[in-house]
């Protein structure tokens, strides 16, 4: 006699009070999970997303106060930037106290899928404390986690990554502030976080989840504070 049943539940899920928006929850949540219990999705085999470039910054702009995306359209505001320095690919930007903002946008979240940031560096100095940031997107706005590629007193790069299981980061690589330019990227995977320093490659196992995050991606500081001093180029944001 399933009617009484399903009556029964409909009274309790659907009653008045504080409880009825989280039972409502409850029942959207039963939605998926039915979904995934069908067979032919049960035996797939996972198949690895392809990598997707969703923004590339050349940082090529000789005026005007724009950072155009060469792929996505996800241009940034530049804020006392230098153009037109001498640069690892085309030209690069010059940061003192300086920050570019690119509006948050659903495809610079990676969710649960593997992440690559990176950015070009060339510069002489390094901080004193605690640190320079050179590309983040997380901290000043909703959602879950962040991701940033930072610069550390000891001259070496680091990644960060926050996520819905954990926080991780990872400072690794030779001192970068010799005046020459040098590639860093930042990847986030199932299993680990990896640091990437001209080719050279430093892993740490840990499983950080999903980031997905209604924050500005900032380029050069952390808003207004931990401004990067020297040069930026070639910036890239690859999900999948
Ligand atoms: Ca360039």
Known sequence: MPE????????????????????????????PAAATA??????APSAPAAAVVVALWHMDETSGNVMVDAVGGHH???????????????????????????????????????????????????????????????????????YKIEFQPSGQASCGFAGSLRSADLTAGPRLNDGRW??????KTANEIRLIVDGQRF???VRVGSISNGSALLIGARAGSEFFRGALDEASVVVG
């Open 76 to 146: 940034g505001t530049l804020y006392g930037v230098q153009l037109g320095l001498p640069g690892f690919g085309g030209t690069a930007y010059g940061f003192t106290r300086s920050l570019v903002a690119v509006p948050s946008a659903r495809a610079l979240s990676p969710g649960r899928k593997k992440v690559t940031l990176t950015i070009h560096v060339n510069t002489t100095s390094a901080p004193v404390r605690p640190d320079w940031d050179l590309l983040r997107k997380g901290v000043f706005g909703d959602g879950v986690g962040d």
């Open 203 to 205: 892993t740490k196992r």
């Open 38 to 43: 069908r067979p032919s999705e049960a035996v």
């Open 4 to 31: 009484p049943t399903v009556g029964r539940m409909l009274s309790l899920v659907f009653r008045p009070g504080p409880s009825a928006a989280l039972a409502c929850a409850a029942v959207v949540a039963l939605v």
């Open 182 to 187: 040098h590639g860093v990227q930042c990847v």
